[in-house]
């Protein structure tokens, strides 16, 4: 795999892998919604994605006045991969028990299941057109 290692490849692999992860969370977290004592958790993927994204930089270009200069900010990995990390958080002091019986909101975890999704999909399909031009590529249709 050391072909796809400078691609986006990896990263859009670990973003899917680490969605799954989130979405597995979020499931056992409304699961456990009438579980005494059950704390919530959470999926920290997003600051380890921009921490890797910091580190591992690419050249980038500004071929019209309208684009963005991305020179200085996150603007792509080489074969850099982030880490996920499955994080325990307190989002709710012992007293405000949102379900009266844990810290687990359902309007929360649905909203944040929500934009799991979204983006799951968003990231398959960047992964798809990857996949998709490296085939045209391959066919020279490029």
Same mark, same amino acid.
């Given at each position: ?45 997003? &600051? ?5 994204? @910091?580190?591992? %930089? /690419?050249?980038?270009?500004? +071929?019209? *006045? ?6 200085? &900010? ?5 074969? @850099?991969?982030? %880490? /996920?990390?499955?994080?325990? +958080?307190? *989002? ?6 949102? &379900? ?43």
């Amino acid at each position: 795999m050391a072909m796809f290692d400078e691609t986006k490849i990896p990263i859009l692999s670990n973003a899917l892998n680490a969605y799954t992860l989130r979405h597995k969370v979020i499931s056992a977290n409304i699961a456990n919604i009438g579980t005494p004592g059950y704390k919530a958790k959470a999926v920290d993927f997003e &600051s380890t994605l921009n921490d890797q994204l @910091a580190k591992n %930089s /690419i050249g980038t270009a500004v +071929t019209n *006045k309208n684009h963005f200069d991305l020179s200085s &900010s996150h603007s792509g990995v080489g074969g @850099a991969a982030p %880490s /996920i990390v499955d994080v325990t +958080t307190d *989002k709710f002091s012992e007293e405000e028990m949102k &379900s009266g019986i844990n810290d687990v909101d359902i309007d929360t975890e649905m909203a944040e299941m929500a934009k799991n999704q979204i983006r799951f999909k968003y990231v398959s399909k960047l992964l798809g057109d990857s996949f998709r031009g490296l085939q045209k590529s391959i066919r020279g249709q490029i």
